[in-house]
């Protein structure tokens, strides 16, 4: 079946000196798009490859992602040559210019020169346990779509069986409907015509009571919803279709509205089933 766009998946692994751990939230979106928040230092360096793993698994839907790091012992990434270096250049400039700074702001300015100039290069066995976790999370984000789109799938079928209730009643009822339109027509033309009523009369009465035919419209609602139920069927991505089946629908249900108004009951009910039901394909995958 079908997933849905919404959902929430969690990951997390021990690697001995440290342990990570993934959150991912999804939402409807029309494209996809993608936040990834976590240890600057290490995604400058993995942020494409991350878009491109969370891509390879969801076609749609708006993604936060959230990648914590937790190391057993402090972890020191700056390389402490290069700090002092900084330091004493630091001691050097204020010495120069007369000037006098605390050993705490010396160190800021240090510690930021040194990260400056540090050529930083990721630990390939951190990014590689970094993509592992963040395919589990991926997996049981997927896992949550899937149910999700179950119940998705299970209230729009109940709603095309409404629809489809609706549409019966109105093709039972319809020619009856434009027999008595035919006779009221004819019987208006004859009392405005009177004696000059003829058979061309009549026949153009009966064409513009055939006007109110709505054979085709039913027969492409039909058409509609057998593709419709067909697709929910799919275990593929299929809202952008569905969303188009549901404009397609709308706009024969509205024509039989127009063409046949003493269905407006009908007509109602079976729009308010199709908008509840495009609402639930909003959050299609």
């Not at 040194?114 to 984000?141: M, P, R, W």
């Not at 109105?170 to 434009?178: P, S, V």
Request: net charge negative.
């Amino acid at each position: 079946m079908p997933y849905s766009m919404t959902g929430f998946g969690y990951a997390s692994k021990d690697f001995g000196d440290y342990e990570i751990s993934v959150r991912i939230k999804s939402v409807n979106n029309k494209s996809i798009d993608i936040s990834i928040k976590g240890p600057k230092d290490i995604l400058f360096f993995i942020d494409l490859e991350l878009r491109n793993l969370i891509k390879k698994h969801f076609e749609r839907g708006s993604f936060q992602v959230f990648i914590d790091i937790k190391y057993k012992q402090p972890k020191i990434f700056m390389n402490v040559e290069n700090l002092k270096i900084s330091v004493e250049s630091i001691k050097k400039i204020m010495e120069e210019v007369g000037l006098s700074l605390s050993h705490d702001k010396i160190y800021d300015l240090a510690s930021s020169l040194a990260s400056e100039t540090e050529e930083t290069v990721i630990d390939e066995e951190l990014k590689k346990n970094i993509f592992e976790v963040v395919e589990e999370a991926c997996e049981a984000l997927k896992e949550e779509r899937k149910k999700e789109g179950e119940k998705l799938i299970e209230d729009i079928k109940n709603r095309l069986s409404i629809i489809e209730e609706y549409l019966s009643k109105i093709e039972n009822q319809k020619e009856k409907i434009i027999e008595k339109a035919k006779e009221r027509i004819t019987e208006k033309l004859k009392e405005l015509l009177g004696e000059e009523f003829s058979e061309r009369a009549f026949i153009e009465a009966t064409i513009l009571a055939d006007k109110m035919d709505i054979t085709e419209e039913i027969v492409r609602l039909k058409s509609h919803i057998k593709r419709f139920k067909e697709l929910i069927q799919l275990d593929q991505p299929i809202g952008r279709k569905l969303d188009f089946l549901c404009q397609e629908m709308h706009r024969e249900i509205n024509t039989m509205g127009t063409k046949m108004p003493w269905f407006s009951e009908y007509i109602v009910e079976m729009k308010t089933q199709l908008e509840k039901i495009r609402q639930q394909v909003q959050n299609i995958e």
